[in-house]
Every structure is written in C-alpha cells, then in structure tokens.
C-alpha cells in the first residue's frame, strides 16, 4: 500500500479480504467494461487466484480525458480532481492522440501511473479538443471513456492564450494585428490559432460524431473560479464517485486572486497554482474586443445548443 497512503482511510482494515470501502467506481466499472481495468490491464503480480480483486497497483489506460481547452482551466481541475483517493492522474500532458500516436498504446499504458483496481486512471491535453484526428483515435482505444472539457469565454481564452504566447516570444505582432485578416474591413482571421481554439461548436461537433453527449462533460472555466466546489461537485458525479472533494478543501486566496487548495495532495501547505496560471493579460484595444464577440456571438449560440448549456458569455 506504500504507493497509495491518502487510501489509507478508504480502505477495509481486514486487508485479505480485499474489500475496499463501498467506492461507487465499482459502479462505473460495471457501465464500462470496454474501458475497465481487464483488458487494459499490465499487473504487476498476475498469479491471483480466480476471482479476487488484485491488491497490486498496475498501468492502465485511462477511463477519463481532459481534453480541453487550452487556457480554460485544465491544470486547476486536473489538481483538484488529483485530491480525490479514487483519481490516479498523470501530472504532465502526454499528448499521445495529437502528436505521439505511433508510438502505441503499450507506449501511452506505460506513462500512466500506477492504480489499483476501481482507481480511474486520467491524463489532460488540452489540443485533443481541436485535433481533428483525435476523436477517432481516442474512440478507438475505448468507446466508453469519459470526456471533459473545460469551456470558458472565447474571447478572454484568446486573450489569455495570446498573453501566453507573447510571453514566451516577446517579439510577435500585436494582437490586434494577429486577429485581423484586414483591419480596415474587420475581416477575422478565424484561423489563428487563439481564435480558432474558440469555435467550440465546430469542435464539439467532430466529438459528437464518435460519442454522445452524455459521455461528455462539460465544465465552466468561469464557476471553476467562482464556485469550484460546485464544479467539482458535478465533475465527481459524472466520473461516477462519491463527492469528496468539496468547498472544505478550498480558500480563495486574496492575493492570487483565485481559489487555491488548503491541503494539495501529498502536502498540509496551502497551495495555489504557479504563475501561468492567473496571469495579468495583455491589454487590448475595446473595439477589438467588441468586434469579437460579435464574431462569436453565433459559434456560441451554436455551442449552447449542442451543450444543451447556456454559458452566458456576451
Ligand atoms: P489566465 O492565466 O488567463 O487567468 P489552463 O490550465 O487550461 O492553461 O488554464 C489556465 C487558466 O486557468 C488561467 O488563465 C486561469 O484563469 C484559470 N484558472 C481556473 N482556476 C484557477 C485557479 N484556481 N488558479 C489559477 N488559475 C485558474
């Protein structure tokens, strides 16, 4: 059990028995065989008589993706969701769908962390929601798993994703510059990539097409700022587990600006995300902003219909 202390108080004290408390994953194993631990299971001790539950922790692909979008708010939801005992998640972005596919899926297996029986396994790259080949792909490696996307206003994503970008490459055309084709006509250049991440609708449409829709989540960037128990709340309820990540593991830090954890995993410091995440935006010019979100106006009303969710941004 040394991988796993934080289980420590889920589990049955007669260890033999290998009863692990009533972990309502049980219950999401039984709607997802296709992506439970059998078949994609690498034991590490494999000799166990017929019928009992393996104690060993063993590589698995994973039952639940967050697969976007860049700058909505993944890292935070992926930190929250790691407080939760019954979540093993891969810390970095293994961009296995989008860019190292060849290298196969006993590849993709081995950069999963460890997990016993009825943990799910999860990983986050944010590209998957916008890589066209990636819905098939992923579709391929299970028809059941769970999707997450964290949305949040288009504009102020291509904001926060242009202050990133200039952040690293200070020298790039202005903003401004890059959003138009041609300033004087107003002409969007909608394949930029900051504002072509934010056509969720055209998006969402290509995942649609390889899973329904109740197999994907669909969090608000904005309530994960606001309210992130109450997200978190839902996130828990569609991955099938008890709510036990809730508003006691959260603070909002006044000088962040954001909500930060009391007590992150493995550690009893409070912690806040790192300085890329919450950063001051670069500032832009108001008519620009106007015209964008008259540009998005009908791709947002478009993705309101397909969620099935009004995310109100003007
Ligand atoms: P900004 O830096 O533009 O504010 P991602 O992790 O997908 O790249 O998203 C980064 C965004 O997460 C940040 O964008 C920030 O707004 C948002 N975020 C949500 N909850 C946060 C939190 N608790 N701490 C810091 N940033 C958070």
Wanted: hydrophobic letters at 35%; proline letters at 7%.
């Amino acid at each position: 059990m040394s991988y796993y202390p934080h289980l420590s108080s889920t589990l049955c004290n007669n260890k033999r028995q290998h009863c692990r408390y009533n972990s309502p994953i049980r219950g999401l194993h039984r709607c997802s065989p296709g992506a439970g631990a059998k078949a994609n299971t690498h034991h590490v001790r494999t000799n166990l008589l017929p019928g009992l539950k393996s104690w060993t922790a063993a590589r698995r692909l994973p039952q639940a993706l967050i697969i976007g979008v860049k700058k909505g708010g993944t890292r935070a939801l992926l930190e929250f969701l790691r407080l939760h005992p019954d979540i093993r998640a891969l810390g970095s972005e293994p961009h296995f769908f989008d860019r190292h596919y060849s290298r196969g899926l006993d590849w993709y297996r081995s950069m999963m962390p460890k997990a016993l029986d009825g943990q799910i396994v999860m990983e986050k790259t944010p590209r998957y929601f916008v890589t066209v080949d990636t819905p098939a792909r992923v579709h391929a490696m299970s028809q059941d798993v769970k999707l997450i996307v964290v949305v949040r206003d288009p504009v102020t994503r291509a904001i926060s994703d242009y202050t990133q970008i200039i952040s690293k490459t200070p020298d790039i055309p202005s903003f401004e510059s890059l959003a138009f084709k041609n300033r004087t006509t107003g002409q969007i250049d909608s394949l930029w990539s900051p504002l072509w991440i934010g056509l969720y609708a055209q998006h969402m449409e290509r995942w649609l097409a390889w899973f329904p829709r109740n197999q994907i989540h669909l969090v608000s960037g904005e309530r994960l700022i606001s309210d992130p128990a109450g997200e978190l709340g839902k996130v828990q309820d569609f991955l099938g587990l008890q709510r036990i990540v809730t508003d006691k593991h959260f603070y909002f830090n006044k000088t962040k600006g954001f909500p930060c954890l009391k007590k992150p995993e493995g550690s009893s410091k409070p912690h806040c995300l790192g300085k890329t995440k919450g950063r001051t935006h670069v500032s832009i010019d108001p008519e620009v902003i106007r015209k964008l979100r008259d540009f998005y106006k009908p791709h947002n009303q478009r993705f309101y219909q397909l969620a099935g969710q009004n995310f109100g941004w003007h």
